[in-house]
């Protein structure tokens, strides 16, 4: 019996539909709750959870929100690159 395992990569991520609207999700919820929000991707689906709760089962962390001040969003992605959105 051979299975075929799906290879999580960040690649695939960005290019999932659901992408940017998780990117703007997880920058707002950091913003107005002064907590850190992780993009979860799994191979297939994207989710957006507290840094602090339990991953989706076999995903990985692609991004990172954490407010930086009244108006400013960190995003850290893998190979420590970093953006900021600006959220009034």
Known sequence: MSHKFKTISDHDAFAHPAYGNAIQNSARQAHASNECFS?????????????????????????????????????????????WARLA
């Open 39 to 83: 993009i979860f991707w799994d191979g297939f689906s994207i989710y957006v959870r507290n840094s602090h709760a339990f991953p989706p089962p076999n995903s990985k962390v692609i991004c990172i929100a954490q407010r930086w001040d009244n108006n400013t969003v960190q995003l850290r992605f893998a190979g420590a690159r970093a953006e």
